[in-house]
C-alpha cells in the first residue's frame, strides 16, 4: 500500500514538470478586452474554430489591463495573448514572448488630416499649432502619427503647439470647428465612424496631408514558457485554416469588424523594429513599459 502511494505521489508530481508540448490546454488572453463574457462574446467562435484547426483546448483568461496580460505571462497565468503592435513591443521587452502568427489587418494605417480649407499644406506646416490623437499609447492614432510628422522633420514633442489626446470622435469634431489644426488618426477606422457618420459635411470637408505606409500587424505571440513544438503547430494550423479562422473572428462583428478581410500570416520579431522607432520618437526609447492607459 506505502509502494503504490509513494509511485502514485512520483506520477503526479512528474506530470507537473511535463513539457508544455503536452499540454492539451492552452490560457489565451485579449489586451483590449476586459471580462469573461465579452471574451465569450467577441472572442469565442475565433476559440472555437481555433480548436478545431489545432486540436488543443483554449480557455480564457480575462485580463484587465496590457500590463496584467504582461504579468500573467511572466508568471505562466496565461500561455498565448492576442494584442497590438504597440502592446507586443513591449510585452516582448517584459516577458521575452514569442511572435506567433500575425493578424494582417486591410489598410491599417495612420494619416494626417486637415479640413479642406486649411492653409496647412504639408506637415511641416504644423509646427506651431496644435494637433489631435487619439489615446496616448495607441498604435494607430498615437505613435504612427508621431512618427509621421518626425518622418516629415517636425519633432512631435518639441514643434508642434500641443497634442491633445481624445477620442476619434472628439478629435473629429475639434477639427470640424478649427480648434485644432489636424487629426493624427487610424484614417481606416476615421473614414468608416466618424466622418462616414457625420452629414452635417461632405467627405470633402478633410484632406489628407500626409499618410504613413502599412502597420505592423496585430499578433498572436506565445509565452517564453511554451515550447517551440507548439509554437510551430499552432502556426502552421493557422495557415492552413486561415480562411476558416479569419471568418471566425470577423463573425463576432462590433470591434472585430476592424478584422475584415484579415489575413493570418507568419511573422518575426524585427517587423516591429518600426514600432519601436516609434516609442523613441515620443521619448519612450527603452519601450520597457506601458504609456499611458
Sequence with gaps: MIRKLMIAGLLATATLFLPRAEAQTLKLAVTDVEG????????????????????????????????AAAEALRARRVDLVITGPAEYVVINKMTNATALI???????????VVRADSPVIRPADLRGKKVAMDDIGSTSGHLCPSQLLADYGVDPQKELGGIAHTSRNVAHEAL?????????????????SARSKDR????????????????????LLAGAHVDAKTIARLR?????????????????????????????????????????????????????????K
Design 36 to 67: 469573461l463574457e465579452r471574451l465569450q462574446t467577441d472572442w469565442g467562435p475565433f476559440r472555437d474554430r481555433l480548436q478545431q484547426a489545432t486540436g488543443f483546448t483554449f480557455d480564457f483568461f480575462p485580463v484587465s489591463s496590457r500590463t
Design 236 to 292: 502552421e494550423a493557422m495557415i492552413e485554416n486561415k480562411q476558416a479562422i479569419a471568418e471566425a473572428i470577423v463573425s463576432a462583428g462590433g470591434e472585430n469588424e476592424k478584422y475584415r478581410g484579415l489575413d493570418l500570416v507568419a511573422i518575426e520579431d524585427a517587423a516591429y523594429n518600426r514600432v519601436r522607432q516609434m516609442y523613441a520618437t515620443i521619448g519612450r526609447p527603452q519601450f520597457s513599459e506601458f504609456v499611458g
Design 176 to 192: 470640424k470647428r478649427g480648434d485644432v489644426a489636424a487629426i493624427g488618426v487610424n484614417y481606416n477606422s476615421w473614414i468608416n
Design 102 to 112: 500575425g493578424l494582417s489587418r486591410p489598410d491599417y494605417f495612420c494619416a494626417l
Design 200 to 219: 452635417s459635411v461632405p467627405a470633402g470637408y478633410f484632406r489628407v496631408i500626409a499618410r504613413s505606409g502599412d502597420l505592423p500587424n496585430d499578433v
